[in-house]
């Protein structure tokens, strides 16, 4: 079984939310399950500082040896940072999804009530499995 | 329902991804597959190609229906050795590729491609009616094992009396492997050194575990589809269903040297292809290596400025160029300002010869 942490939170799309609690700036990601299911990433595109995103759009993408899927923005707001690193070595998102592979940084704003707790994403994964 | 190979038990007590391919449950890989595709550059691989069909065709004019029913001169062939070759429909579309086996003078054992096998059998069914020849699928009863890269040698020796040394590149012979008894071929789809060891389906379990073992110390490990794909792609190999397809010929694909025109009688195919001989086809096969990072894959249209030129077959990351590649049917006069329409964004791509990799002998 994949790796979902109690203290996050996740979007149906396998991307995972950090820092919803505690404010205005969440940190983004995609989960070890999904990483699983892609295999080696080569090949991550993230959007710009700066960018305004709504929830649902997409802005990025992350390509691995067989297939090609995109990131989607969990929540509105700018986004604030995003992470060089996962860029030049696309493979952090395998081999640390929740940790050195996390992807972009979001200034939240506006609402946010679609996310899905642990409990609630595990359930959605083992259905998928 | 994906139908699962002797091996299957294997495969998911190794954590194994499966995924359907052709009808079959098969290993997509087992841990990352650029791991595994290094594996079989610098060491080796064990993979399990169950899928593939082996369609068997005996009698005394086996040989001449062979060379009716494909584009090679099979009858030409010793006894041990192994010819790529293909088969077409009548207006000279392939059908599949295939490795055709001589095993004995009357003997033939001809390697379909999962996809394509039953049509192969019935196609050659149909076409040795009138030889004295027996067609006879036998796919489902054989295991097919695959040790493949530069230690593969070294790691069957000790497994088997045979003579591997002086067993050729397409060469087969019968032996035992590990007690088991097998066909032991030199053949393979990786660009590497390797041999392909074909059993009897209630073998594959205890080879498999028996050559795990003795390929350990030699940094070899399982390898599934996802690599065997990126290998053969780096190797230039033509993959059915990417490269070849029934609307193309041997000729379109740059393969027409598999076609024998000089060879005695008619063959299906024959009148359709033998206008084609020396007329160049609208477009070739080619090497692309992407100058950014994303990759170009089948069905991108290739591009320079507003005009489509040609047609994204295979592509993938390479591991070993560290860079996307494909392979793409583009039009023959164009081989500058290449590009392909990746999502709407034309990435630029340099046109090279295949195949990208080669490996040293």
């Known amino acids: 079984m994949s790796n979902i942490p109690d203290d996050l939170s996740y979007t149906k799309e396998h991307e995972w ?3 919803l609690d505690d404010g205005l700036t969440v940190t983004v990601g995609v989960t070890a399950f999904a990483a699983e299911a892609l295999g080696d990433v080569v090949y991550v595109q993230l959007p710009e500082v700066g960018a305004n995103v709504q929830a649902g759009d997409s802005v990025g993408e992350v390509e691995s040896t067989k297939s090609v899927s995109e990131i989607y923005a969990p929540l509105g707001g700018e986004v604030v940072e995003v992470n060089q690193a996962v860029v030049d070595k ?4 395998n081999t640390d999804p929740y940790g050195e592979g996390w992807m972009f940084r979001v200034r939240v704003e506006g609402d946010h009530e679609d996310l899905l707790s642990a409990e609630e994403y595990t359930a959605l994964t083992s259905g998928d499995s | 329902m994906s139908r699962p190979t002797p091996l299957r038990d294997i495969h998911e007590s190794l954590g194994a991804t499966l995924t359907d391919f052709a009808g079959w449950l098969m290993p997509l890989r087992y841990g990352s597959e650029s791991a595994e595709h290094r594996a079989v550059r610098e060491a080796a691989g064990l993979f399990d190609l169950s899928h593939m069909g082996e369609i068997f065709v005996t009698g005394p004019q086996a040989g001449q229906a062979l060379d009716y029913a494909l ?10 050795r192994a010819r790529y070759t293909m088969i077409t429909n009548p207006a ?5 590729d295939l490795i055709v086996y001589r095993l004995a003078d009357e003997e033939f054992m001809v390697v379909a491609n999962a996809s394509n096998y039953h049509s192969v059998a019935l196609a050659l069914t149909n076409r040795a009616k009138n030889f004295d020849a027996v067609v006879d699928d036998r796919s489902d009863q054989w295991a097919l094992i695959a040790v493949q890269g530069p230690r593969s040698q070294e790691i069957l020796s000790s497994l088997t009396d045979a003579d591997l040394p002086s067993l050729k590149y397409y060469a087969g012979l019968p032996g035992t492997v590990a007690g088991v008894s097998a066909l032991i071929a030199r053949t393979g789809y990786t660009g590497e050194d390797g041999f392909e060891l074909f059993v009897a389906g209630d073998d594959a379990e205890a080879l498999w575990g028996e050559l795990t073992k003795a390929g350990e110390p030699y940094g070899m490990i399982p390898a599934g589809l996802s690599c065997r794909d990126t290998l053969r792609l780096e190797a230039g190999m033509p993959l059915y269903g990417n490269e070849l397809n029934e609307s193309l010929t041997p000729f379109d694909a740059g393969l027409g040297r598999v076609v024998k025109f000089d060879k005695p009688g008619d063959f299906v195919g024959r ?6 001989r020396d007329s160049a086809p609208r477009r070739r096969l080619v090497g692309l290596v992407a100058r950014g990072r994303r990759i170009p894959r089948h069905g991108f249209p290739v591009v320079v400025g507003d005009q489509t030129v040609g047609e994204v077959t295979s592509g993938a990351p390479s591991p070993t160029l560290g860079k ?10 164009v081989s500058d300002g290449l590009a392909v329409d990746i999502r709407g964004s034309q990435e630029p791509m340099d046109l090279v010869e295949l195949p990208f990799y080669r490996r040293n002998k």
């Open chain 2, 92 to 96: 000279g579309g392939v059908l599949d």
């Open chain 1, 90 to 93: 696309p493979d952090l998102v």
């Open chain 2, 271 to 276: 009148a359709a292809l033998e206008p084609l």
């Open chain 1, 17 to 19: 939310v950090a820092g």
């Open chain 2, 71 to 80: 584009v090679g001169h099979l009858s030409a062939l010793a006894p041990g």
């Open chain 2, 324 to 333: 996307p590649i494909a392979m793409a049917y583009v039009d023959t006069e």
